[in-house]
């Protein structure tokens, strides 16, 4: 091979290690903000703020609580809310998982919740999120899913495999 050759092949080379580098540090900056940003919200919501709770989804968020409807509007997702700090002591979830789009603006995450009720009993379960960054840069919630690890409880029951949230 011609030493210009061999000067542009290494050349090439290091370029693609410098670029996977700089993707692989944005990656990691963009998990950091998703997580942050998760975290924050689970804070609000253990301090019972129910405006700082439902600020943290996007205005055209979805979320799918367990045996029962969508929730599809800011004021079901509010009113949702409302019903879970009335209902509970305690909560708090903690990611497990999180992957990064490729395009940087949509992330999912999965984890863990824990909750204590008013009347004592706990709950425990599982969620799924599906996170956007908006325009201004924020990061907001798109889609939320969660259940309970919990046996089912009969349908007449108000137990806490009832009313439940991460």
């Known amino acids: ?14 370029l693609s290690f410098a670029f996977v ?11 950091k903000a ?17 405006d700082k709770t439902v600020a943290f989804y ?21 009113n949702l809310w409302k019903g879970f700090l009335d209902t509970f002591i305690d909560i708090s979830w903690k990611t497990t998982r999180l992957e990064v789009a490729k395009s940087g ?5 999965t984890g863990t919740y824990q909750m ?3 009347d004592g009993s706990k709950d425990k379960g599982k969620y799924c999120e599906v996170w ?18 919990l046996p089912a409880q009969p349908a007449s029951s108000s137990g806490p495999g009832a009313v439940e949230r991460k």
């Open 1 to 14: 091979m011609k030493p210009e050759g061999l000067f542009l092949s290494a050349y090439v080379a290091l």
């Open 21 to 31: 580098g700089t993707a692989a540090a944005a990656d990691s900056k963009l998990e």
């Open 34 to 50: 998703v997580r942050d940003a998760d975290a924050e919200w689970s804070k609000v919501a253990a301090a019972k703020d129910l």
């Open 58 to 78: 996007a205005d055209d968020a979805v979320v799918l609580p367990p045996n029962q409807p969508a929730v599809t509007n800011k004021d079901g997702i509010r």
């Open 105 to 109: 603006d949509m992330a999912v995450l």
């Open 116 to 118: 204590t009720m008013k």
């Open 132 to 149: 956007q960054k908006k325009a201004d840069g924020k990061w907001k919630v798109g889609m939320d899913m969660f259940s309970s690890d």
